[in-house]
């Protein structure tokens, strides 16, 4: 259930069999109030560095908020590098209900996306959703995470380039590159050894497929991100000369 709580306004225009006024614009407006909802439903974590541990928070929300308790809080259960913890607080006329998200060390490199569910002692909300997400970042950046070879005409040489760069002072070596396509190639070219790195992505020459899609398995000497994967895309656009001199051709 949302917070999109506040006043909501529609126009709409109705015919009518009148003659004088055959198109009548109408105004409805109206009051929109959430009972209850977490705040915010989507939790951003951000983009961090591995070994950082982010703390976010979630609230209760809406008319019957004050009134309701917080009773269980729990993860999709895909990832353990999360920890929940619930804040019921009763400070004089303060309500301090809330959910405390941490993200916990050994957290692995990449995109984080994770479901929390709340269980409250509403009667009728018993149950909210948020969803979580966030990256984290290690000592190699990778731009872009996936790459789109478009929609090229057969036989033109489309060439993408993923770059890698070492963060901060740190240094890496790209041992080697392979893509799981046979009809995609993928090509090493040093910008500056152990800090910079160009990967280009093209179709080999010849090629007979006219779908690509696949990953581009890049093999470095850090710990923590020895194997870097890029899926790529594309295909190739449809040839309608054949239909045309067929005489298929669209009027």
Same mark, same amino acid.
């Given at each position: ?11 709409? &225009? ?27 439903? *989507? ?20 008319? !019957? ?9 729990? +993860? ?11 804040? =019921? ?23 984080? *996306?994770?479901?929390? +569910? ?26 872009? &995470? ?8 057969? =036989? ?23 893509? +799981? !396509? ?41 710990? !923590? ?23 298929? !051709?669209?009027?």
């Amino acid at each position: 259930m949302g917070s999109s709580a506040g006043k909501r306004s529609k126009a709409i &225009t109705v015919k009518t069999n009148d003659p004088a006024n055959k198109l009548v614009k109408l105004s409805v407006a109206a009051v929109v109030k959430v009972i209850l909802s977490a705040s915010p439903n *989507r939790l951003y974590l951000g983009s961090f560095m591995k070994g950082e541990s982010p703390t976010k928070y979630i609230a209760l929300d809406g008319e !019957d908020s004050v009134s309701t308790n917080i009773t269980k809080a729990e +993860t999709s259960g895909k990832n353990d590098f999360l920890k929940v913890d619930i804040v =019921n607080e009763e400070q004089g006329d303060n309500q301090n209900k809330k959910i405390i998200v941490k993200v916990l060390p050994g957290v692995k490199i990449g995109k984080i *996306r994770e479901k929390i +569910t709340i269980h409250t002692d509403h009667k009728k909300i018993n149950k909210l959703i948020v969803y979580v997400y966030g990256e984290v970042k290690g000592d190699i950046s990778v731009k872009p &995470t996936s790459v789109s070879l478009g929609v090229f005409n057969k =036989n033109k040489r489309t060439v993408k380039k993923i770059k890698l760069d070492a963060v901060g002072n740190t240094s890496f070596k790209v041992l080697n590159v392979v893509s +799981t !396509d046979p009809e995609i190639k993928a090509e090493l070219e040093t910008v500056k050894e152990g800090t910079s790195y160009y990967i280009k992505v093209s179709p080999v020459e010849g090629y007979t497929q006219n779908l690509f899609k696949g990953d581009i398995l890049i093999k470095t000497d850090n710990k !923590d991100q020895g194997e870097i994967k890029v899926k790529f895309f594309g295909r190739v656009k449809k040839d309608h000369s054949k239909n045309r001199k067929l005489g298929f !051709d669209k009027k």
